[in-house]
């Protein structure tokens, strides 16, 4: 007879039962009502089958959890993000600006002609266009060698709760009565603490959509260096879709981490709807968490194809959130850039930079120096 085993409030949490407690947390967050005993039931559930493929688990879930016809679309993107590290589809709501070839009828044709498609990239698009892609490892070499051995000291820190012992103004009460001890209740220097530095979160989106090809290989590379030698960094993708690849590169080895976020990302050199991708990152509680008192980067050209007020909400959210908010455009290699846009045009009182995003060296130079100038 088998025995299912209730996990009580104080006890520690299993390491190989977090994902499935998480699971459980982002439906909630999601809408759907999530009773308790659900929860203890799919952790049963999975311990009595010993599931040998993720078709079980999500077999198991929706047997037990019983999501309703018409929000299984919904459950499976909420199980996909948890289990698969899949990405949350971007919605395209509102009426786009300038998009191409508009029929007489009002409709959009949303992809291109194989004859029409520019190659390069070079223009923006709202097309979602999934396509797979191998990650370059080749270039920039001295710049990422660079990051990984200064990123940790050259990252902004901040106060922590936990002190140390040292000269500071936190009387060490515990130290005092040590000493008092040992010298027969005589003291004749007050010990003191300090507080305790550590690394500021640091959270990087980075625009994959076709207008930014040209460099996605050298901002992955960047993005896994400064994975590796920060504390607490967070990495997601923008285009027309939202993907979070943090897990991917975490992969010391630099080949395989970025083999894995290939896999993970469908919508590279697509189209671009940045405005709804960080709208449906803020709407994600855990996400939007991860912007919270964080350094948060964002390298795009701006250049999407939908209206104005999607963008500037998400950054004034940005905004609040972050300590602080740069944006890195390959446009702004050229000193005399000036945003024409209306949606940059209006956060850019919101942005404590708009830097040069033109090169892997351009950016890891503007991400140190304002991190290490506004410490």
Do not use: C
């Amino acid at each position: 007879m088998s025995e299912v085993v209730t996990l009580r409030q104080n006890d520690a949490v299993p390491q190989g039962a977090a994902p499935f407690l998480a699971f459980a947390t982002a439906l909630r967050q999601g809408g759907f009502p999530v009773a308790p005993e659900q929860t203890q039931s799919f952790l049963a559930a999975i311990g009595l089958l010993g599931p040998t493929s993720i078709m079980d688990i999500r077999q198991s879930a929706v047997a037990i959890f019983g999501p309703a016809p018409e929000r299984r679309e919904a459950f499976d993107a909420i199980f996909d993000s948890v289990f698969l590290g899949r990405s949350f589809a971007a919605p395209a709501e509102g009426a786009p600006e300038d998009l191409p070839n508009a029929y007489d009828g009002g409709e959009y044709e949303l992809l291109p002609d194989a004859d029409e498609e520019e190659p390069s990239g070079e223009d923006a698009t709202s097309a979602e266009r999934l396509n797979a892609r191998a990650l370059e490892t080749a270039s920039d070499e001295d710049v990422i060698r660079h990051v990984r051995r200064r990123g940790a000291q050259a990252l902004p820190r901040r106060m922590s709760r936990r002190t140390r012992t040292g000269k500071g103004k936190l009387a060490d009460a515990r130290q005092a009565f040590r000493d008092m001890l040992r010298r027969d209740g005589e003291i004749s220097a007050l010990p003191t603490r300090v507080r305790r530095q550590r690394q500021r979160r640091v959270l990087m989106l980075i625009d994959v959509s076709g207008s930014m090809k040209a460099g996605t290989d050298g901002r992955l590379q960047l993005a896994h260096a400064l994975v590796q030698a920060g504390e607490r960094v967070e990495v997601f993708t923008l285009g027309t879709r939202l993907t979070r690849v943090t897990r991917a590169l975490r992969h010391r080895d630099r080949d395989q981490a970025l083999a894995l976020a290939s896999g993970l990302v469908a919508d590279w050199d697509g189209g671009t709807r940045l405005g709804e991708a960080l709208q449906t990152f803020l709407s994600v509680p855990r996400f939007a968490a991860f912007a919270r008192g964080a350094l948060t980067i964002i390298v795009s050209d701006g250049l999407e194809r939908g209206g104005p007020e999607a963008l500037t909400s998400a950054a004034t959210k940005l905004r609040g959130l972050s300590w602080g908010l740069l944006w890195l455009s390959p446009l702004a290699s050229d000193p005399a850039y000036r945003p024409e846009t209306q949606a940059m045009a209006a956060i850019m009182p919101m942005l404590d930079r708009l830097g040069d995003g033109g090169s892997v060296g351009a950016l890891a130079d503007e991400i140190l120096t304002f991190a290490k100038s506004a410490a």
